[in-house]
């Protein structure tokens, strides 16, 4: 499970690199320094990537509570995968 510290200290790499939290949700850190929450997931079999919002404006509980608001969406339960 990702901490509020190390989102803070994610520093930029030659390539990018994910950060992953839990259940499908990722920092990615681009090498320019910008770090992105995303949400990965599969959805009748096929693998989806949302966008939940830059770092910092976007912090880690926020970002944990955005990824929640897909599974309402979802009308069939069973299709819905991490």
Same mark, same amino acid.
Not at 53 to 58: E, H, L, N, R
């Given at each position: 499970?990702? &901490?509020?510290? @190390?989102? @803070?200290?994610?520093? !930029?790499? @030659? /390539?990018?690199? +994910?950060?992953?939290?839990?259940? %499908?949700?990722?920092?990615?850190?681009? !090498?320019? #320094? @910008? =770090?992105y929450? =995303? *949400? &990965?997931?599969r *959805?009748? %079999? +096929?693998?989806?990537?949302?966008s939940?919002g830059?770092? !910092?404006?976007? #912090? /880690?509980?926020?970002?944990r509570?955005? =990824?929640?608001? !897909? $599974?309402?969406? $979802?009308t069939r =339960?069973s299709? *819905?995968? *991490?």
């Amino acid at each position: 499970m990702l &901490s509020a510290t @190390a989102v @803070a200290h994610a520093r !930029p790499q @030659a /390539l990018q690199y +994910k950060l992953w939290d839990e259940r %499908g949700l990722y920092l990615l850190v681009m !090498p320019n #320094g @910008a =770090r992105y929450w =995303r *949400f &990965s997931y599969r *959805f009748a %079999g +096929k693998r989806k990537t949302i966008s939940l919002g830059v770092y !910092p404006d976007t #912090g /880690l509980a926020m970002a944990r509570d955005k =990824r929640e608001a !897909p $599974c309402v969406r $979802c009308t069939r =339960r069973s299709e *819905f995968a *991490f």
